[in-house]
């Protein structure tokens, strides 16, 4: 699924990571990720309302049929999904949620857990059966977010659907809010300095890097070719970050002494910059050998942050 914010037209790309859906036979449920029949389901929604398309779970269990249930969400069955840039998530509107006392909750990393009640005297959303996010409800790019129906009744509510999901990129505006689409990292582990998933890269080469400051991940591997005449290291990098950051590549062949390669704004001759695409740059560095080429050559990445 992907989505445009109508400002700033800003694609914004939406992927499915998992559905939580029931299995005949099982309490509880199952993962698609794990095999399972369990997708998700776009099916006509409300004609009187306008609606024609509304998100449901198809799973392998129905609590009233006990057949294949491929229209719409009960207890205990759940969407995962994540965003390919950072988001606001701003409202969610839902198709057909009759007072049942059934419940959603909405998780993620990025948030506290949100619980989404509609019943009479406990009312979460307006009269368009819209729910609205509190401002600042963000989620960073490639960060989990799960929409769980709760209840425990076995009908459940067996119609409700999603009809739309609203959110607005984020345009970051350098280290400071990035670290603050990260709530779990606070006082000293939200430092420009700090290593707090302990993988060798705190969390300002994190920023530039465009990765995640509080997990290890895995596919930063820079690309390093050597020859009898130069060494070419290859990596990409968070465009916006050459204004705002200090980088500097050293280079030394015994650990003692170091030279300089500055990676940002002006550039080095030996620094090639590519063309920005999605917020995202390549970066070559090119790195003459003496004659006779040494051995080794050791390469470090450091950082600062503009004053």
Avoid: C
């Amino acid at each position: 699924m992907e989505a445009a914010d109508s400002e700033s037209q800003k694609l914004v790309r939406l992927t499915t990571v998992d559905i939580h859906g029931l299995s005949a036979g099982e309490f509880g449920t199952t993962l698609a990720s794990e095999g399972r029949a369990h997708s998700t389901s776009i099916i006509y929604g409300n004609p009187d309302r306008g609606n024609i398309n509304a998100l449901g779970v198809a799973s392998e269990y129905d609590f009233i049929f006990g057949s294949n249930q491929s229209r719409d969400f009960n207890p205990r069955e759940a969407w995962e999904f994540e965003f390919d840039t950072e988001v606001e998530l701003k409202w969610i509107e839902f198709e057909s949620w009759s007072d049942s006392g059934a419940g959603f909750t909405l998780s993620s990393p990025a948030f506290e857990t949100i619980e989404i009640a509609h019943e009479e005297g406990n009312d979460d959303l307006d009269e368009d059966d819209i729910y609205h996010l509190e401002p600042g409800t963000r989620v960073p790019a490639n960060t989990p977010v799960k929409l769980l129906m709760t209840g425990s009744s076995s009908s459940g509510e067996r119609s409700v659907r999603i009809e739309s999901l609203a959110v607005v990129p984020v345009e970051s505006s350098g280290f400071a809010d990035y670290i603050a689409g990260y709530p779990e990292l606070f006082d000293d582990l939200a430092l420009p300095e700090a290593d707090p998933d302990g993988d060798g890269l705190v969390n300002l080469l994190e920023y530039i890097l465009d990765r995640h400051p509080g997990r290890k991940e895995s596919g930063f591997l820079p690309e390093i070719t050597i020859t009898e005449a130069e060494v070419s290291l290859r990596f990409e990098r968070r465009a916006s970050s050459r204004e705002d950051t200090n980088q500097v590549l050293q280079y030394s062949t015994d650990l003692s002494t170091w030279t300089d390669l500055p990676l940002g704004s002006p550039v080095d001759p030996g620094v090639i910059i590519g063309a920005e695409a999605e917020g995202m740059e390549e970066v070559t560095v090119l790195i003459e050998r003496s004659a006779p080429p040494h051995d080794h050559v050791f390469l470090r990445l450091s950082a600062t942050e503009v004053e």
